[in-house]
């Protein structure tokens, strides 16, 4: 492979197939929007809670986590879609499994966020 030299625009346009690539997921994936809308209510609880810099570290860390496996999910939907457009149930398991991963990932988000957020309701009740 040959080595080549560093180029502030290629390394742009690196950033921008990326953004390219978070644009169309959110267009077309429901449930990324939905992850989105759910970060934000996190983030505003979070200001309104006024949580510690760990807590803050542990939300970052689980959205960001949810997030990318749902874009990574996404991905996995439109790569089996390309290569086999007809029903076949090796597909249906691939995507399966990848929906499995954001599920569990996102019940570890869950669980993270009550363990961090049910102490400051309880106080404010």
């Known amino acids: 492979m040959v080595q080549k030299h560093f180029s ?3 390394w742009f346009k690196r950033f921008q197939y990326a953004g390219n690539g978070l644009i169309v997921a959110v267009k077309t994936q429901q449930n ?14 979070g200001f309104i809670f006024n949580i510690t810099i ?11 986590g949810v997030i990318t496996a749902e874009l990574i999910n996404s991905a996995i939907e439109f790569l089996v ?7 076949h149930p090796l597909a249906g ?23 961090i957020f049910l102490p400051y309701i309880i106080h404010a009740l």
């Open 93 to 115: 398991k691939i995507k399966d499994i990848a929906a499995g991963a954001v599920l569990i990932t996102a019940i570890v988000a869950l669980i993270a966020g009550l363990l």
């Open 54 to 64: 760990a807590e803050w570290l542990v939300v970052v860390l689980v959205i960001g």
């Open 81 to 87: 879609d390309l290569v086999s457009p007809e029903y």
């Open 8 to 10: 502030v625009a290629v």
């Open 32 to 45: 990324l929007r939905i992850h989105l809308f759910a970060a934000v209510l996190v983030i505003m609880a």
